[in-house]
């Protein structure tokens, strides 16, 4: 008969490790950086000569034909960026950067199913043109996301193998109490030093007011002091 499997156990720097606070490794990172980059780039490559042939049908003159549509799809990869880097600040920035976005790839959009619908073949349907064309725009809008995404959540160099920061909490409040109570320590035998040398100048005939002057203690304190010279007076204030 087989003996029983032993009960599985995670440590605190297991937990760490493989918790989300790691982020995502830099080889996953690379590898995922790298496919994305690829098919934005044809994405962008076929929007752009797209609307780049859509302007020159508009009038616009070849030699500058290629701005329009670097205007455009850019719109789209600069406001992607500021989405993410904008997610925690104002929301009135958080807006802009959103509306940016949504106009560029709107327009994006808009003018490649534009331009299928003029110059495609009349053997294919109005429709397919139009959610042929609408493909490239939206890829490059979701790979550039991605992409920003991926790069933002990259696990720092650091982190593989470090554990969480509660051990670290756990292990600094040990010795924060140990200097506490080696601090009052002190200064409970620092009371008693005192006192003994009260003690010792009463004994040589030092009225009570003069050892409370060379002692900078209030005279009162010197008096239960030498009414009771063995009791713990560590609560008594100078």
Known sequence: ??????????????????????????????SSVTGTLVLALGAFWLSFTTLQDLAIMAGIPAGQAWVWPLIVDGVILEATISVVALRNQAPAARRYAWLLLASGAGVSVAANITHAIVAADARVPAVVAALVASVPPLVLLAMTHLTVELTRNAAPPHAAGMPTTRPDERA????????????RSERARGDQETREQAARLAADGVSQRQIATQLGVHPTTIGRWLAAPDEDKEGDSP
Do not use: E, F, Q
């Open 1 to 30: 008969m087989s003996s029983p499997a032993a009960p599985r156990t995670a440590s605190l720097t297991d937990a760490g490790v493989a918790g989300p606070a790691t982020g995502v490794p830099r080889l996953v990172i690379a």
């Open 172 to 183: 600094t409040a040990k010795p924060a109490r140990t200097r506490t109570a080696t601090s």
